[in-house]
Structure formats: structure tokens, C-alpha cells
């Protein structure tokens, strides 16, 4: 194989992509160096900090989608699924449920539950590394739901592509796609994303409008974009400064 030329990085879509992560100089938000990984892994080695989705609960509107009939999801895909409580919940309503986390330490978290508490007769199947590098393409699909809680607020904008490329590949003609993430004016930065590049950082995690998440995934047709609802002591993870979307693709 021909070897690479000193200072020559670029011929594909996917060496643009790991030179735009060389611009962040915050370990949390780099994907192609291990650094990301392990600023994740450390962020989940203490499990008694009271961090608000430590907890065993699925996420409210993931639990209304899916009570109300909205969803019923043979085939899911949890993205970014920390310590699996969306992926349990997704495997106890019957789903058969693929999850990744680029944080090891997150999954072996998740692994410990093995089999669903709440009766889901198979666990999900976790796997450890990049959902938008190898790791997400070695999931053959298709999932009628992909569920993100957490991710895409955390992914530098440039990522948004292979982001979009796999959600293009994975999910099926007429298959949900949800998501939660920050809500604009709540929590996160609401900088352009040309200002996190100026600054090296996303300031962790960037805020989202409910018109932006319409235009990222504008081939995708909206069914519901609201705010997170609150929930205290009901068996579901609920925080208002989080903003929820369902998407349905054409079938």
C-alpha cells in the first residue's frame, strides 16, 4: 500500500473529517485520537456522582412514544447509550435492540444488567467504539427505531455527516428516528457552529432549536418536537432543559 505523504491528509470525506478534529483542543470533543473515549470513560467511572441519567429510568417521551402506540419497534438502535437504561427499556417492550457507546467503561456499566429487569426475554447486544466509524458499520441494519439520548449535542458539527450517513444506511422506509438533546436557551452553547471551531471546543454540548433539528434531518418528515417534561419519583428520566424530537422517513 502507498504510503502517505508527509503533510498530505486529505482524499476522502473521511480525512476532512479527522483533520476538522485536530481544530479542537478539548480531549471531551475529539473522536479520531482515543481522547474522546477516554475523557468518556473517566466521566463514567464514579457511579455515585448525581449525575441526572444515572439512573435506571427510560426517557419520558421514548416511554410515551411507545405507550401511546406511536412506536412499536421490532428492530431498534440506541446511539450513545451510556449505561443501557433506554436500551433495556426498548428490549422489555419486545425490541431486539443493538447499542454502542464509544465509552467502555459505559458498557461493561450496561453489560451488568445482562437480561432486562423489566422482562425483556433478549438483552440488548452492546457494542464499544465509534457508531459513525468501523463500529457503525458493521451494523447491518435495518432498525425501525434509531434513538439517540445524549449523542448528537456532544458531536462536533462536521460529524453531523457521518451522523446522517449512517441514520441514511440503517433505518428502514417508514422507520422512526428520535432523538434528545440539548435545548436551545436551557443548557449548552448556542455559539454558530464556525465559532466552536474559533474556540476549540463545544463548551460541552451544543444547544439545539426545534427548527434546526428540522433542517439537519429535513428529508425526514416530523411527528412531534417539544421539550422534555419534567418527572420526579414516576419511574421515567425527565429533564426540561432537554428538547425531544421524533421523525418518521418516508415509506
Known amino acids: 500500500m502507498q504510503e502517505r505523504p508527509q503533510g498530505r491528509h486529505v482524499r476522502s470525506v473521511d480525512?476532512?473529517?479527522?483533520?476538522?478534529?485536530?481544530?479542537?483542543?478539548?480531549?471531551?470533543?475529539?473522536?479520531?485520537?482515543?481522547?474522546?473515549?477516554?475523557?468518556?470513560?473517566d466521566f463514567y467511572t464514579d457511579r455515585s456522582r448525581p449525575v441526572p441519567f444515572f439512573i435506571d429510568d427510560p426517557d419520558e417521551n421514548l416511554a410515551a412514544w411507545v405507550e401511546s402506540g406511536g412506536l412499536r419497534p421490532r428492530r431498534a438502535l440506541d446511539l450513545g447509550c451510556g449505561a443501557g437504561r433506554n436500551a433495556r427499556y426498548l428490549a422489555?417492550?419486545?425490541?431486539e435492540v443493538d447499542a454502542v457507546d464509544l465509552s467502555a467503561t459505559a458498557v461493561a456499566w450496561a453489560r451488568e444488567h445482562g437480561l432486562d429487569a423489566r422482562g425483556g426475554a433478549t438483552a440488548p447486544r452492546y457494542h464499544v467504539?465509534?457508531?459513525?466509524?468501523d463500529v457503525g458499520a458493521a451494523l447491518a441494519g435495518p432498525y425501525d427505531l434509531v434513538y439517540d439520548s445524549g449523542?448528537?449535542?456532544?458531536?462536533?458539527?462536521h460529524r453531523r455527516i457521518a451522523y446522517r450517513r449512517l441514520l441514511?444506511?440503517?433505518?428502514?422506509?417508514?422507520?422512526?428516528?428520535?432523538?434528545?438533546?440539548?435545548?436551545d436557551g436551557?443548557?449548552?452553547?448556542?455559539a454558530p457552529d464556525e465559532q466552536l471551531y474559533l474556540r476549540g471546543g463545544l463548551e460541552g454540548g451544543i444547544a439545539f432549536a426545534p427548527d434546526d433539528l428540522r433542517w439537519i434531518f429535513?428529508?425526514?418528515e416530523p411527528v412531534e418536537v417539544r421539550p422534555m417534561r419534567e418527572q420526579r419519583g414516576t419511574g421515567r428520566f425527565g429533564e426540561t432543559f432537554l428538547l425531544t424530537a421524533l421523525f418518521r422517513r418516508p415509506g
Do not use: N
Not at 168 to 183: E, K, N, Q, T
Open 168 to 183: 441514511d444506511r440503517v433505518l428502514a422506509p417508514g422507520g422512526s428516528f428520535g432523538v434528545v438533546c440539548f435545548h
Open 186 to 190: 436551557f443548557m449548552g452553547t448556542s
Open 151 to 157: 449523542c448528537l449535542h456532544h458531536l462536533p458539527p
Open 15 to 41: 480525512d476532512v473529517l479527522a483533520l476538522m478534529d485536530e481544530l479542537f483542543t478539548s480531549t471531551a470533543d475529539r473522536w479520531t485520537d482515543g481522547a474522546g473515549a477516554a475523557w468518556w470513560d
Open 218 to 220: 429535513e428529508d425526514l
Open 92 to 95: 422489555s417492550v419486545g425490541a
Open 129 to 133: 467504539g465509534d457508531a459513525f466509524g
